[in-house]
């Protein structure tokens, strides 16, 4: 059983910077690909940043320059530093955790509200 707990969402001026943490628990963690999506309302889930055990990441265009995605193995446990936040980054971001098709897992969520 795989669990995910998202932390760091919240209300932030266009400008400024959050982190997001998750904390993952349970079988194959350490070994599987941990990332960030987000959905805005009314849009679909969309990709924000993955990264492998080994820190091979893909980041989303849309955020490229500006947030940063890492994970400690030590910990289990996976970031997104978000900088220069956009009104349009507005979204529930969700922590993923992938290790097949049969095996992807999701956080419930945190919340970011980006205020212009």
């Known amino acids: 059983q795989v669990q995910l707990a998202e932390s760091g969402g919240g209300l932030v001026e266009a400008g400024g910077s959050l982190r997001l943490s998750c904390a993952a628990s349970?079988?194959?963690?350490?070994?599987?690909?941990l990332g960030w999506y987000r959905q805005a309302p009314g849009k679909q889930r969309e990709l924000v940043a993955t990264i492998t055990r080994g820190g091979y990441t893909n980041v989303a265009d849309s955020v490229t320059g500006r947030f940063t995605i890492t994970r400690d193995n030590t910990k289990n446990a996976v970031y997104l530093q978000m900088n220069s936040l956009k009104p349009e980054d507005t979204a529930v971001y969700y922590c993923?955790?992938?290790?097949?098709?049969?095996?992807?897992?999701w956080g419930e969520g945190t919340l970011v509200t980006v205020s212009s």
């Open positions: 349970g079988s194959f963690v350490s070994g599987a690909q």
């Open positions: 993923n955790l992938w290790l097949s098709r049969s095996m992807n897992y």
